[in-house]
Protein backbone atom coordinates (compact mmCIF):
# COMPACT_ATOMS: atom_id res chain seq x y z
CA UNK A 1 0.00 0.00 0.00
CA UNK A 2 1.35 3.71 -1.02
CA UNK A 3 -0.11 5.34 2.71
CA UNK A 4 2.76 6.27 3.72
CA UNK A 5 1.12 7.31 7.54
CA UNK A 6 -0.46 3.84 7.38
CA UNK A 7 1.81 0.74 8.88
CA UNK A 8 3.75 -1.56 5.97
CA UNK A 9 2.90 -5.36 6.58
CA UNK A 10 5.82 -5.99 4.40
CA UNK A 11 8.27 -5.64 7.57
CA UNK A 12 7.47 -8.39 9.09
CA UNK A 13 8.06 -10.44 6.43
CA UNK A 14 10.71 -13.36 6.54
CA UNK A 15 10.82 -12.67 10.14
CA UNK A 16 10.36 -14.90 13.09
CA UNK A 17 6.97 -15.34 14.71
CA UNK A 18 5.61 -17.08 17.84
CA UNK A 19 1.80 -17.83 17.20
CA UNK A 20 -0.56 -17.42 20.39
CA UNK A 21 -4.29 -18.70 20.57
CA UNK A 22 -7.05 -19.22 23.59
CA UNK A 23 -9.63 -21.34 24.59
CA UNK A 24 -11.71 -20.84 27.50
CA UNK A 25 -13.22 -24.67 28.09
CA UNK A 26 -11.05 -27.28 28.33
CA UNK A 27 -12.51 -29.52 25.82
CA UNK A 28 -11.75 -26.50 23.18
CA UNK A 29 -7.90 -27.00 23.28
CA UNK A 30 -7.91 -29.68 20.36
CA UNK A 31 -9.60 -27.19 18.74
CA UNK A 32 -7.60 -24.54 19.47
CA UNK A 33 -4.68 -26.42 18.35
CA UNK A 34 -6.44 -27.13 15.36
CA UNK A 35 -7.05 -23.73 14.92
CA UNK A 36 -2.91 -22.66 15.66
CA UNK A 37 -2.33 -24.88 12.58
CA UNK A 38 -4.52 -22.80 10.37
CA UNK A 39 -2.50 -19.85 11.80
CA UNK A 40 0.73 -21.08 11.37
CA UNK A 41 -0.19 -21.94 7.24
CA UNK A 42 -1.36 -18.26 7.13
CA UNK A 43 1.78 -16.84 8.40
CA UNK A 44 3.74 -18.90 6.04
CA UNK A 45 1.55 -17.71 3.66
CA UNK A 46 2.24 -14.42 4.54
CA UNK A 47 5.96 -14.88 4.73
CA UNK A 48 6.65 -14.84 8.52
CA UNK A 49 8.57 -18.01 10.08
CA UNK A 50 6.70 -19.51 12.90
CA UNK A 51 9.01 -20.62 15.30
CA UNK A 52 6.81 -22.34 18.17
CA UNK A 53 3.48 -21.57 19.34
CA UNK A 54 1.34 -21.42 22.53
CA UNK A 55 -2.61 -22.34 23.28
CA UNK A 56 -3.29 -20.35 26.52
CA UNK A 57 -6.27 -21.28 29.18
CA UNK A 58 -8.27 -18.18 29.26
CA UNK A 59 -10.29 -17.75 32.21
CA UNK A 60 -11.63 -14.03 30.96
CA UNK A 61 -10.72 -11.80 28.58
CA UNK A 62 -9.22 -8.43 29.86
CA UNK A 63 -10.37 -5.42 28.25
CA UNK A 64 -6.92 -3.56 28.48
CA UNK A 65 -4.57 -6.81 27.30
CA UNK A 66 -6.52 -9.69 26.56
CA UNK A 67 -4.83 -12.23 28.29
CA UNK A 68 -3.87 -12.58 32.08
CA UNK A 69 -0.59 -11.19 33.13
CA UNK A 70 0.75 -14.26 34.01
CA UNK A 71 -0.18 -15.81 30.56
CA UNK A 72 1.51 -12.52 29.33
CA UNK A 73 4.57 -12.88 31.59
CA UNK A 74 4.52 -16.71 29.96
CA UNK A 75 4.57 -15.51 26.42
CA UNK A 76 7.20 -12.96 27.01
CA UNK A 77 9.44 -15.57 28.94
CA UNK A 78 9.16 -17.85 25.35
CA UNK A 79 9.40 -14.99 22.78
CA UNK A 80 12.36 -13.78 24.29
CA UNK A 81 14.02 -17.58 24.24
CA UNK A 82 13.10 -18.43 21.04
CA UNK A 83 14.28 -14.67 19.90
CA UNK A 84 11.09 -14.33 18.28
CA UNK A 85 10.39 -11.02 16.10
CA UNK A 86 7.19 -10.71 16.39
CA UNK A 87 3.88 -12.12 18.03
CA UNK A 88 0.72 -13.20 16.37
CA UNK A 89 -2.29 -13.43 18.17
CA UNK A 90 -5.20 -15.70 16.31
CA UNK A 91 -7.74 -13.82 18.35
CA UNK A 92 -8.62 -9.90 16.87
CA UNK A 93 -7.47 -7.82 19.29
CA UNK A 94 -8.45 -4.09 19.97
CA UNK A 95 -5.89 -1.18 18.88
CA UNK A 96 -6.02 -0.67 22.92
CA UNK A 97 -4.99 -4.34 23.47
CA UNK A 98 -2.43 -4.10 20.98
CA UNK A 99 -0.29 -1.08 22.28
CA UNK A 100 -1.00 -2.35 25.78
CA UNK A 101 1.04 -6.04 24.90
CA UNK A 102 3.50 -4.39 23.02
CA UNK A 103 4.70 -2.55 25.77
CA UNK A 104 4.31 -5.16 28.18
CA UNK A 105 5.72 -8.13 25.60
CA UNK A 106 8.67 -5.49 24.04
CA UNK A 107 7.71 -7.40 20.84
CA UNK A 108 5.33 -5.99 17.64
CA UNK A 109 2.10 -7.78 18.38
CA UNK A 110 0.10 -8.37 15.21
CA UNK A 111 -3.29 -10.58 15.07
CA UNK A 112 -5.06 -12.51 12.80
CA UNK A 113 -6.67 -10.34 10.62
CA UNK A 114 -3.66 -8.16 10.01
CA UNK A 115 -2.36 -11.45 8.95
CA UNK A 116 -5.06 -12.16 6.49
CA UNK A 117 -5.02 -8.24 5.40
CA UNK A 118 -1.57 -8.97 4.36
CA UNK A 119 -2.00 -12.43 2.24
CA UNK A 120 -4.46 -10.70 0.25
CA UNK A 121 -2.60 -7.75 -0.30
CA UNK A 122 0.26 -9.95 -1.52
CA UNK A 123 -2.61 -11.62 -3.96
CA UNK A 124 -4.44 -8.89 -4.94
CA UNK A 125 -3.76 -8.78 -9.24
CA UNK A 126 -7.17 -6.81 -10.32
CA UNK A 127 -8.01 -3.21 -10.26
CA UNK A 128 -10.86 -4.37 -8.11
CA UNK A 129 -9.15 -7.09 -5.67
CA UNK A 130 -6.69 -4.20 -5.08
CA UNK A 131 -8.74 -1.39 -4.12
CA UNK A 132 -11.03 -3.89 -1.92
CA UNK A 133 -7.47 -4.91 -0.20
CA UNK A 134 -7.03 -1.29 0.10
CA UNK A 135 -9.54 -0.25 1.41
CA UNK A 136 -9.61 -3.62 4.08
CA UNK A 137 -6.44 -2.36 5.54
CA UNK A 138 -7.31 1.66 5.54
CA UNK A 139 -10.60 0.31 7.85
CA UNK A 140 -8.35 -1.93 9.91
CA UNK A 141 -5.48 0.53 10.51
CA UNK A 142 -7.80 3.60 10.86
CA UNK A 143 -7.96 3.11 14.93
CA UNK A 144 -4.64 2.57 15.26
CA UNK A 145 -2.85 5.43 14.45
CA UNK A 146 -1.71 6.34 17.76
CA UNK A 147 -0.14 3.27 17.98
CA UNK A 148 1.93 3.68 14.78
CA UNK A 149 2.87 6.88 16.12
CA UNK A 150 3.64 5.55 19.38
CA UNK A 151 6.10 3.81 17.64
CA UNK A 152 7.16 6.71 15.50
CA UNK A 153 7.89 8.62 19.55
CA UNK A 154 10.05 5.49 20.37
CA UNK A 155 12.08 5.69 17.55
CA UNK A 156 12.84 9.58 17.81
CA UNK A 157 13.18 8.80 22.09
CA UNK A 158 16.17 6.22 20.62
CA UNK A 159 17.27 8.45 17.72
CA UNK A 160 18.10 11.22 21.07
CA UNK A 161 19.51 8.97 22.99
CA UNK A 162 17.37 7.60 25.81
CA UNK A 163 14.05 6.02 26.76
CA UNK A 164 12.44 9.22 27.68
CA UNK A 165 13.10 11.26 24.43
CA UNK A 166 10.25 10.33 22.68
CA UNK A 167 7.38 11.03 24.91
CA UNK A 168 6.96 15.23 24.05
CA UNK A 169 7.13 14.12 20.39
CA UNK A 170 3.88 11.63 20.18
CA UNK A 171 2.17 14.42 22.05
CA UNK A 172 3.05 17.61 20.52
CA UNK A 173 3.68 16.86 16.61
CA UNK A 174 2.21 13.73 16.95
CA UNK A 175 -1.23 14.37 18.16
CA UNK A 176 -1.64 16.55 15.17
CA UNK A 177 -0.14 14.43 12.89
CA UNK A 178 -2.94 12.08 13.94
CA UNK A 179 -5.77 14.35 13.23
CA UNK A 180 -4.36 15.25 10.20
CA UNK A 181 -3.92 11.24 9.23
CA UNK A 182 -6.92 10.94 10.34
CA UNK A 183 -8.83 13.46 8.01
CA UNK A 184 -6.72 12.11 5.43
CA UNK A 185 -7.44 8.55 6.30
CA UNK A 186 -11.77 9.24 5.65
CA UNK A 187 -11.21 11.59 2.48
CA UNK A 188 -9.51 8.30 1.10
CA UNK A 189 -11.72 5.93 2.36
CA UNK A 190 -14.01 7.67 0.73
CA UNK A 191 -12.33 7.67 -2.67
CA UNK A 192 -12.14 3.90 -2.66
CA UNK A 193 -15.39 3.08 -1.94
CA UNK A 194 -16.27 5.49 -4.88
CA UNK A 195 -14.05 3.55 -6.95
CA UNK A 196 -15.10 0.75 -5.91
CA UNK A 197 -19.17 1.50 -6.47
CA UNK A 198 -17.61 2.45 -10.52
CA UNK A 199 -16.14 -1.09 -10.80
CA UNK A 200 -18.94 -2.24 -9.26
CA UNK A 201 -21.41 -0.74 -11.86
CA UNK A 202 -19.19 -2.23 -14.45
CA UNK A 203 -19.53 -5.57 -13.05
CA UNK A 204 -23.14 -4.86 -13.01
CA UNK A 205 -23.58 -4.11 -17.00
CA UNK A 206 -21.28 -7.25 -17.45
CA UNK A 207 -23.83 -9.53 -15.03
CA UNK A 208 -26.67 -8.50 -17.48
CA UNK A 209 -25.03 -8.90 -20.54
CA UNK A 210 -24.92 -12.80 -19.22
CA UNK A 211 -28.17 -12.98 -17.70
CA UNK A 212 -29.36 -12.04 -20.97
CA UNK A 213 -27.66 -15.61 -22.81
CA UNK A 214 -30.06 -17.25 -20.58
CA UNK A 215 -27.36 -19.62 -19.80
CA UNK A 216 -27.21 -20.54 -16.27
CA UNK A 217 -24.48 -19.56 -13.86
CA UNK A 218 -22.69 -21.73 -11.15
CA UNK A 219 -20.40 -20.45 -8.31
CA UNK A 220 -17.95 -22.22 -7.13
CA UNK A 221 -18.00 -21.33 -3.06
CA UNK A 222 -15.94 -23.02 0.03
CA UNK A 223 -13.50 -22.77 2.54
CA UNK A 224 -9.64 -21.53 1.34
CA UNK A 225 -7.87 -24.36 -0.56
CA UNK A 226 -11.01 -27.00 -0.65
CA UNK A 227 -10.18 -27.31 -4.20
CA UNK A 228 -12.31 -24.49 -6.26
CA UNK A 229 -9.80 -23.60 -8.94
CA UNK A 230 -8.70 -27.02 -9.31
CA UNK A 231 -12.05 -28.14 -10.34
CA UNK A 232 -12.80 -25.31 -12.72
CA UNK A 233 -9.63 -26.01 -14.48
CA UNK A 234 -10.72 -29.92 -14.58
CA UNK A 235 -14.45 -28.96 -15.81
CA UNK A 236 -13.43 -26.64 -18.03
CA UNK A 237 -9.99 -26.93 -19.66
CA UNK A 238 -9.15 -23.29 -18.39
CA UNK A 239 -5.24 -22.04 -17.42
CA UNK A 240 -6.59 -20.45 -13.45
CA UNK A 241 -3.56 -20.15 -11.13
CA UNK A 242 -3.92 -23.19 -8.60
CA UNK A 243 -1.68 -23.68 -5.41
CA UNK A 244 -1.44 -25.44 -2.09
CA UNK A 245 -1.95 -22.57 -0.07
CA UNK A 246 -4.19 -19.84 1.70
CA UNK A 247 -6.20 -17.54 -0.31
CA UNK A 248 -4.08 -18.90 -4.01
CA UNK A 249 -7.43 -17.07 -5.93
CA UNK A 250 -8.54 -13.51 -4.58
CA UNK A 251 -10.23 -12.47 -7.73
CA UNK A 252 -13.35 -14.71 -9.15
CA UNK A 253 -12.85 -15.94 -12.75
CA UNK A 254 -15.67 -17.19 -14.64
CA UNK A 255 -15.25 -19.97 -17.85
CA UNK A 256 -17.87 -21.63 -19.94
CA UNK A 257 -18.61 -25.10 -19.82
CA UNK A 258 -20.69 -27.45 -22.16
CA UNK A 259 -22.11 -30.57 -20.68
CA UNK A 260 -23.02 -33.65 -22.73
CA UNK A 261 -26.35 -32.56 -23.57
CA UNK A 262 -24.88 -29.44 -25.35
CA UNK A 263 -26.14 -27.24 -22.43
CA UNK A 264 -24.06 -24.41 -22.01
CA UNK A 265 -23.16 -22.97 -18.11
CA UNK A 266 -20.75 -20.72 -16.75
CA UNK A 267 -18.70 -21.34 -13.69
CA UNK A 268 -17.39 -18.74 -11.25
CA UNK A 269 -14.47 -19.81 -8.87
CA UNK A 270 -14.98 -17.30 -5.97
CA UNK A 271 -12.38 -15.70 -3.28
CA UNK A 272 -12.40 -18.78 -0.31
CA UNK A 273 -13.81 -18.26 3.28
CA UNK A 274 -12.35 -18.48 5.97
CA UNK A 275 -13.07 -18.86 9.96
CA UNK A 276 -12.79 -15.12 11.64
CA UNK A 277 -13.16 -13.82 8.24
CA UNK A 278 -13.58 -10.05 9.38
CA UNK A 279 -16.61 -8.25 9.06
CA UNK A 280 -14.83 -5.27 7.55
CA UNK A 281 -12.95 -7.72 5.08
CA UNK A 282 -16.35 -9.21 3.79
CA UNK A 283 -17.76 -5.73 3.03
CA UNK A 284 -14.69 -4.57 1.16
CA UNK A 285 -14.61 -7.88 -0.85
CA UNK A 286 -18.62 -7.87 -1.01
CA UNK A 287 -18.38 -7.05 -5.37
CA UNK A 288 -16.32 -9.93 -5.76
CA UNK A 289 -18.45 -11.81 -3.26
CA UNK A 290 -22.03 -11.06 -5.08
CA UNK A 291 -20.59 -13.17 -8.28
CA UNK A 292 -21.83 -16.20 -6.15
CA UNK A 293 -24.81 -13.74 -4.74
CA UNK A 294 -26.16 -13.48 -8.22
CA UNK A 295 -25.72 -17.20 -9.74
CA UNK A 296 -28.42 -19.33 -10.49
CA UNK A 297 -27.03 -22.10 -8.41
CA UNK A 298 -23.74 -22.87 -6.42
CA UNK A 299 -22.05 -25.31 -5.69
CA UNK A 300 -20.17 -25.87 -2.22
CA UNK A 301 -17.15 -27.64 -2.31
CA UNK A 302 -16.07 -29.10 0.64
CA UNK A 303 -11.96 -30.36 1.37
CA UNK A 304 -13.19 -34.14 2.68
CA UNK A 305 -9.51 -35.17 4.36
CA UNK A 306 -9.75 -32.09 5.97
CA UNK A 307 -9.58 -32.97 9.91
CA UNK A 308 -12.00 -29.32 10.31
CA UNK A 309 -14.44 -30.40 7.30
CA UNK A 310 -17.41 -30.04 9.34
CA UNK A 311 -16.13 -26.34 10.83
CA UNK A 312 -14.77 -25.47 7.64
CA UNK A 313 -18.70 -25.93 5.94
CA UNK A 314 -20.29 -24.00 9.11
CA UNK A 315 -18.13 -21.27 8.03
CA UNK A 316 -18.93 -21.35 4.53
CA UNK A 317 -22.64 -21.35 5.37
CA UNK A 318 -22.47 -18.25 8.18
CA UNK A 319 -20.61 -16.18 5.01
CA UNK A 320 -23.69 -17.17 2.81
CA UNK A 321 -25.56 -16.12 5.71
CA UNK A 322 -24.15 -13.02 6.05
CA UNK A 323 -24.51 -12.06 2.73
CA UNK A 324 -28.10 -12.78 2.50
CA UNK A 325 -27.02 -15.88 0.25
CA UNK A 326 -28.67 -18.92 2.38
CA UNK A 327 -31.32 -19.68 0.38
CA UNK A 328 -29.68 -20.15 -2.88
CA UNK A 329 -30.29 -23.65 -3.84
CA UNK A 330 -26.57 -25.32 -3.63
CA UNK A 331 -24.50 -28.72 -5.06
CA UNK A 332 -22.81 -29.82 -1.81
CA UNK A 333 -19.63 -31.38 -3.31
CA UNK A 334 -17.04 -33.46 -0.64
CA UNK A 335 -13.46 -32.90 -2.88
CA UNK A 336 -10.35 -35.37 -1.90
CA UNK A 337 -12.00 -38.52 -1.89
CA UNK A 338 -8.67 -40.12 -2.91
CA UNK A 339 -7.27 -39.14 0.44
CA UNK A 340 -10.45 -38.72 2.49
CA UNK A 341 -10.90 -42.40 4.77
CA UNK A 342 -14.77 -43.31 4.16
CA UNK A 343 -14.95 -44.07 7.79
CA UNK A 344 -13.50 -40.85 8.65
CA UNK A 345 -14.33 -37.70 7.76
CA UNK A 346 -16.15 -38.40 4.53
CA UNK A 347 -19.02 -40.61 6.81
CA UNK A 348 -19.42 -37.29 8.78
CA UNK A 349 -20.12 -34.96 6.64
CA UNK A 350 -22.49 -37.64 5.20
CA UNK A 351 -24.35 -37.39 8.33
CA UNK A 352 -24.49 -33.99 8.50
CA UNK A 353 -25.29 -33.26 4.35
CA UNK A 354 -27.21 -36.09 3.75
CA UNK A 355 -27.25 -35.19 -0.06
CA UNK A 356 -23.53 -34.99 -1.32
CA UNK A 357 -21.29 -35.50 -4.43
CA UNK A 358 -18.18 -37.10 -3.88
CA UNK A 359 -15.45 -36.74 -6.33
CA UNK A 360 -11.46 -35.86 -6.45
CA UNK A 361 -10.70 -32.47 -8.88
CA UNK A 362 -7.21 -33.65 -8.91
CA UNK A 363 -8.32 -36.88 -10.49
CA UNK A 364 -11.36 -35.94 -11.97
CA UNK A 365 -12.97 -39.01 -10.17
CA UNK A 366 -16.74 -38.30 -9.60
CA UNK A 367 -17.22 -35.75 -12.17
CA UNK A 368 -19.91 -38.00 -14.11
CA UNK A 369 -22.40 -37.72 -10.93
CA UNK A 370 -21.40 -33.96 -10.73
CA UNK A 371 -22.21 -33.11 -13.97
CA UNK A 372 -25.69 -35.23 -13.61
CA UNK A 373 -26.19 -33.08 -9.94
CA UNK A 374 -25.71 -30.24 -12.47
CA UNK A 375 -28.34 -31.13 -15.31
CA UNK A 376 -30.50 -31.59 -12.09
CA UNK A 377 -30.85 -28.41 -10.41
CA UNK A 378 -30.82 -26.69 -14.11
CA UNK A 379 -33.81 -28.70 -14.92
CA UNK A 380 -35.40 -26.63 -11.43
CA UNK A 381 -34.61 -23.53 -12.93
CA UNK A 382 -36.37 -24.25 -15.90
CA UNK A 383 -39.91 -24.04 -16.88
CA UNK A 384 -41.86 -26.66 -19.32
CA UNK A 385 -43.59 -24.70 -22.18
CA UNK A 386 -46.25 -25.72 -25.28
CA UNK A 387 -45.04 -23.06 -27.42
CA UNK A 388 -47.53 -21.53 -31.30
CA UNK A 389 -45.06 -19.68 -33.07
CA UNK A 390 -46.04 -18.41 -36.25
CA UNK A 391 -43.23 -18.89 -38.64
CA UNK A 392 -42.37 -15.62 -39.64
CA UNK A 393 -41.12 -15.41 -36.06
CA UNK A 394 -38.19 -17.53 -36.58
CA UNK A 395 -35.84 -15.04 -34.56
CA UNK A 396 -37.43 -16.46 -31.41
CA UNK A 397 -37.37 -19.93 -32.68
CA UNK A 398 -33.75 -19.62 -32.76
CA UNK A 399 -33.68 -18.47 -29.12
CA UNK A 400 -35.64 -21.19 -28.01
CA UNK A 401 -32.79 -23.58 -29.51
CA UNK A 402 -29.82 -21.83 -27.67
CA UNK A 403 -31.08 -21.09 -24.57
CA UNK A 404 -33.43 -23.87 -24.23
CA UNK A 405 -33.97 -28.08 -24.50
CA UNK A 406 -36.97 -28.66 -27.18
CA UNK A 407 -38.39 -31.65 -26.19
CA UNK A 408 -40.79 -32.13 -29.45
CA UNK A 409 -41.02 -29.40 -32.87
CA UNK A 410 -43.31 -30.05 -35.54
CA UNK A 411 -45.35 -27.83 -38.28
CA UNK A 412 -48.69 -26.46 -38.27
CA UNK A 413 -49.90 -24.55 -41.10
CA UNK A 414 -47.56 -21.10 -40.27
CA UNK A 415 -46.73 -22.39 -37.42
CA UNK A 416 -44.20 -24.19 -35.55
CA UNK A 417 -45.32 -26.52 -32.78
CA UNK A 418 -42.63 -27.00 -29.67
CA UNK A 419 -42.48 -28.53 -26.34
CA UNK A 420 -39.16 -26.99 -24.50
CA UNK A 421 -37.98 -26.26 -21.28
CA UNK A 422 -36.98 -22.73 -21.00
CA UNK A 423 -35.53 -20.58 -18.13
CA UNK A 424 -37.90 -18.70 -16.81
CA UNK A 425 -36.54 -15.11 -18.05
CA UNK A 426 -37.72 -16.56 -21.90
CA UNK A 427 -40.82 -18.33 -20.75
CA UNK A 428 -42.31 -14.90 -19.34
CA UNK A 429 -41.18 -13.12 -22.62
CA UNK A 430 -42.91 -16.13 -25.20
CA UNK A 431 -45.84 -16.32 -22.39
CA UNK A 432 -48.07 -14.75 -25.20
CA UNK A 433 -47.34 -18.05 -27.97
CA UNK A 434 -48.57 -20.50 -25.30
CA UNK A 435 -50.82 -22.92 -25.97
CA UNK A 436 -52.92 -25.34 -24.29
Known amino acids: MTNTFLKDESQFKKKNALLVSSYQDYKEKELCLEHLKEL ?18 LRNISSATFLSKGKLEEIKEKAHALQADV ?35 DRAETKEARLQVELAELKYQAPRLKRMWTHLSR ?11 GGGYLKGEGEKQIEIDRRILKRKIAQLENEIAEVRKTRNVQRAQREK ?51 EILLIDTVGFIRKLPHHLVAAFKSTLEEALRADILIHLIDSNHKMSLEHAEVATDVLKELGAKDKPIIT ?13 ISKL ?7 VRISALKQIGFEELKEAIKQEIKSLRQKMRLRIPQNQYHLVSEVIREGTVLSQEYDENDILMEVNLPHRLAGKLKQYERS
Do not use: W
Open 40 to 57: HLLCETFGLYPLDQMACH
Open 87 to 121: IVFDDEITPGQQRNLEKLLEKPVIDRTEIIIGVFA
Open 155 to 165: QAGTAGGGKGG
Open 213 to 263: TGIPVFAIIGYTNAGKSTLLNALTGASVFVEDKLFATLDTTTRKFTLDNNQ
Open 333 to 345: VLNKIDLASESGQ
Open 350 to 356: RLQYPKT
